[in-house]
């Protein structure tokens, strides 16, 4: 009786665990995630920013389209549209932008998500969002 019971504390404790799931719970990446972007390469024409990106569900199975802005006087204006491939191997988020040429890597946990924008395999920025709501 008192294995069964650990058993099912264990099984509560770690039942929101989806990521390392082979089913990928969307509802935990979707929606509004907010943080910094900061340069890495300086000086540049690059500037540290508070990043927001809406993320909604791709056209495409395991695909995600995000929406990534800045914070400028308190307004977000636009930055980037892409859609990313999710990897529910590492819980990760990925883009080549072929048009500037930049690779993004996110990875996700729980309410986390950090990550690197690479060029010519140099880290640019270095991105860590928190999920502030859901869509």
């Given amino acids: 009786m008192r294995s ?5 504390i264990q099984a509560l404790l770690f039942a929101d665990c989806s990521y390392a799931s082979s089913t990928f719970n969307d509802s935990l990446l979707i929606g509004t ?4 972007s900061i ?3 300086k000086p540049s024409a690059c500037h540290d920013e508070i990043a927001v990106y809406h993320i909604s569900k791709g056209e495409k199975p395991g ?7 800045k914070v400028i006087n ?3 204006e636009d930055m980037a549209v892409s859609d990313f491939i999710f990897d529910p191997a590492d819980n990760s988020l990925f883009c080549y932008e072929e048009k500037y040429k930049v690779t993004i890597k996110l990875i996700v946990k729980g309410k986390s998500m950090n990550g690197t924008l690479e060029s010519d395999n140099k880290v640019y920025r270095i991105i860590k969002l928190e999920k502030i709501s859901q869509q």
Avoid: D, R
């Fill in 4 to 8: 069964f019971f650990l058993i099912s």
């Fill in 33 to 36: 995630w907010k943080g910094t």
């Fill in 39 to 41: 340069c890495q390469i």
């Fill in 63 to 69: 695909t995600y389209h995000i929406v990534a802005n």
């Fill in 74 to 76: 308190g307004k977000e």
